[in-house]
């Protein structure tokens, strides 16, 4: 039996940082699903194949494979057996990323990747559509959010750091672009599950949203393992009927 906790929001709200977080002090699997498309956009621009060339793209799903591995809280990404969590990190794929993810047939396939790699274990997954479409049953649903102003803030200070050579109004418009296409995407659209617990992480800092979402768990884990022992004395107490 799995715990899935699944979290969705725009770009910036703090999503992968807090996932690493909660996965590291909560002891959950952390499966990057962003990464999985981040995986195909890398795979495109390796491969030379234009974002208009759509059925170049679905022609090559089968030739991509995904692997993650988690230790110490840090997390490695696989593409065909190749370690490429830097990689697709890099400014060109965060420039195409949400276009490819666009492609209903790329969504299907990682889909399937995501939810084989959640098969079974304890997990906390973050993306645009976990909540809603990749695990709509998740145990713990939760929306984090940001005033777009502050999700550039943050993404820009992220990308300076790095040593990325960008704009604050440049981030701020590639924020845009992707909120509007995430939110208008034919499957998989970025929205707000209602059964979902909303966050606003605008004023917030990341200890304060991660001790926030640390209580949503905490509460909803109790209830989960209350109602799995409950299965588990019917189960015992049927055997002696």
Known sequence: MSFIVAIDGPAGTGKGTITKIISKDMGLINIDTGATYRCVALYTIKNNIKIEEKYKIIENLPNIHIDMKNENGEQTIFLNNEDVTKQIRSREVSQIVSQVSSIK???????????????????????????????????????????????????????????????????????????????????????????????DTTKLSIDEVAKRVKEIIEEKRKKFDKNEWNKFEKINDNLYI
């Open 105 to 199: 047939e790329v969504r299907f396939a990682m889909v399937d990747v995501q939810r084989n790699l959640a098969k079974g274990k304890d997990v906390i997954m973050e993306g645009r559509d976990i909540t809603t479409y990749v695990f709509p049953n998740a145990d713990v649903k939760i929306y984090l959010d940001a005033d777009e102003n502050e999700r550039a803030r943050r993404r820009y200070e992220e990308m300076i750091q790095k040593g990325m050579e960008i704009s604050y109004d440049e981030v701020l418009k590639n924020i845009q672009i992707r909120d509007k296409n995430d939110k208008e995407k034919e499957i998989g659209a970025l929205k707000i599950a209602e059964d979902a617990i909303y966050v």
